[in-house]
Structures are given as structure tokens and as C-alpha cells.
């Protein structure tokens, strides 16, 4: 009979590529309803998400794709985050400024990416407990 500690130990020590496998496959969950990644790593949104919100996602999809298929570039270039957004010149450069102000974003010459897979998961985990994914 398995003791408390054996059980959590059991529940606590997790196999890394098992544990990546389970977190990837929530979080794409989460991405699903609201975009979806092509092949070459075109972001496509299917639903209405607010305007400051919007380039989260296409950074969150892009890494969170990478992660999953290395193929797919995580960084996203400023071009391909205005076609992908649809943003306005001024309002994609106020909104990058924010995102990598709040350290959301890292910026490497001319691309932009997410800094990390627990912030894409708290902003993601958000999204679903505001009930934007349905906005």
C-alpha cells in the first residue's frame, strides 16, 4: 500500500518529455478556439480577440508552435504581426512597446518572440477565465 509521500513523490517527480508533451497539449487547447498555425508558421485568428490582446496570441501561437515543430520559426517578424493582426502602423508599434515594456516579448533585431512558456500560460489560463475566448 503506497504511503502519501510515494504517491506524491510519484505525482511531484514527472518525466520531462512527458510533462512537456502534457503542457504543450493544454496550452494548444487553449490556442485552438481562438487561432490556428499553418505549416510555415502563418498565424490565423478565428475569433474576435480585443485589440490589446491580439498580439500576445499571434506570439503565444508562434512559440507554442515552435516548441511543437521546430520547423516553425517562435519569432515573429513586424510585418507578418501587422498582416496577421491587421493593426494599423501606430497601433501595432504602441502595443509592441507594451508587450515588451511588461516583459512579455523579447525583441532580436527585427523579429519579436515571447520570452517564455509561463508567461504564454498565464495570459493564455486569463484569456479562458475572462472569457475572451468567446468575445
Known amino acids: ?4 509521500f510515494d504517491r506524491l513523490k510519484k505525482d511531484f517527480i514527472v518525466d520531462q518529455e512527458e510533462h512537456t508533451k502534457e ?4 496550452l494548444m487547447a487553449l490556442l485552438l478556439p481562438l487561432c490556428k498555425v499553418t505549416k510555415d508558421g502563418q ?5 474576435k480577440i480585443p485589440t490589446r490582446k491580439v498580439l500576445k496570441l499571434i506570439l503565444s501561437a508562434r ?6 515543430q521546430d ?9 507578418e504581426l501587422k498582416a496577421y493582426s491587421a493593426m494599423r502602423e501606430n497601433v501595432l508599434n504602441t502595443r509592441l512597446n507594451e508587450l515588451l515594456r511588461e516583459n512579455f516579448a ?7 518572440k ?10 493564455l489560463r ?3 477565465e475572462n472569457g475572451q475566448e468567446k468575445k
Open 1 to 4: 500500500m503506497a504511503t502519501d
Open 23 to 26: 503542457k504543450l497539449a493544454s
Open 106 to 112: 523579447e525583441k532580436k533585431e527585427n523579429a519579436i
Open 43 to 47: 498565424v490565423v485568428i478565428t475569433e
Open 126 to 128: 486569463g484569456l479562458k
Open 71 to 79: 520547423s516553425i520559426s517562435a519569432e515573429v517578424s513586424k510585418e
Open 63 to 68: 512559440f507554442i508552435a515552435h516548441v511543437a
Open 114 to 123: 515571447a520570452k517564455n512558456i509561463l508567461l504564454i500560460e498565464q495570459f
